[in-house]
T-cell receptor, first 107, second 109 residues
Framework: NAGVTQTPKFQVLKTGQSMTLQCAQDMNHNSMYWYRQDPGMGLRLIYYSASEGTTDKGEVPNGYNVSRLNKREFSLRLESAAPSQTSVYFCASSYQYFGPGTRLTVL | GDSVTQMEGPVTLSEEAFLTINCTYTATGYPSLFWYVQYPGEGLQLLLKATKADDKGSNKGFEATYRKETTSFHLEKGSVQVSDSAVYFC????????FGDGTTLTVKP
């Protein structure tokens, strides 16, 4: 039972590049979430998925897309990265279980 | 929309001191309330929760009571330890989670 796993742990991108952050959970939870954490601002919800096959925008969805591939996996895609997207990204399963985070730097 | 306001930090205490971190919220309906802890370089861990008014959540010596009349969920611990040094987040969930900005606690020996 690995809980919530995220890949990669670290990533550096140049402005305009694209990438996908992967998240998987093995707890059979319906709901999954993507957050970003910036210094002094707590966590802000980017997108969430209440169940397999559904996704909804959170507080800060601009510049991101998501895919709920199946019940286990929920990916976050940056189509054209911008320096403002430099942050730590956390995936969560249910309200309780968080992944270890991905530190993304956009130059 | 929903919001959570936390006591601003940082908070610095001596070991064995009493801890209070204030948290108030605004929400429609009856949300569940949570406290999370984040240690350096790690993700968030659920510390405690309360799902209805007057419920008390507790874990590892930490407590918080869901006060509907004052829309508050203050975190308390009677005697802090150096190992409690971390960032603490208050949050509510009414379908999706809303977090406070976090309070950094440093406990000195």
């Amino acid at each position: 039972n690995a809980g919530v796993t995220q890949t990669p742990k670290f990533q550096v991108l140049k402005t305009g590049q694209s990438m996908t952050l992967q998240c998987a959970q093995d707890m059979n939870h319906n709901s999954m979430y993507w957050y970003r954490q910036d210094p002094g601002m707590g966590l802000r919800l980017i997108y969430y998925s209440a169940s397999e096959g559904t996704t909804d925008k959170g507080e800060v969805p601009n510049g991101y897309n998501v895919s709920r591939l199946n019940k286990r996996e929920f990916s976050l895609r940056l189509e054209s990265a911008a320096p403002s997207q430099t942050s730590v990204y956390f995936c969560a399963s249910s309200y309780q279980y968080f992944g270890p985070g991905t530190r993304l730097t956009v130059l | 929309g929903d919001s959570v306001t936390q006591m601003e930090g940082p908070v610095t205490l001596s070991e064995e001191a009493f801890l209070t971190i204030n948290c108030t919220y605004t929400a429609t309906g009856y949300p569940s309330l949570f406290w999370y802890v984040q240690y350096p370089g790690e993700g968030l861990q659920l510390l405690l929760k309360a799902t209805k008014a007057d419920d008390k959540g507790s874990n590892k010596g930490f407590e918080a009571t869901y006060r509907k009349e004052t829309t508050s969920f203050h975190l308390e611990k009677g005697s802090v330890q150096v190992s409690d040094s971390a960032v603490y987040f208050c949050a509510l969930n009414a379908g999706k989670s809303t977090f406070g900005d976090g309070t950094t606690l440093t406990v000195k020996p």
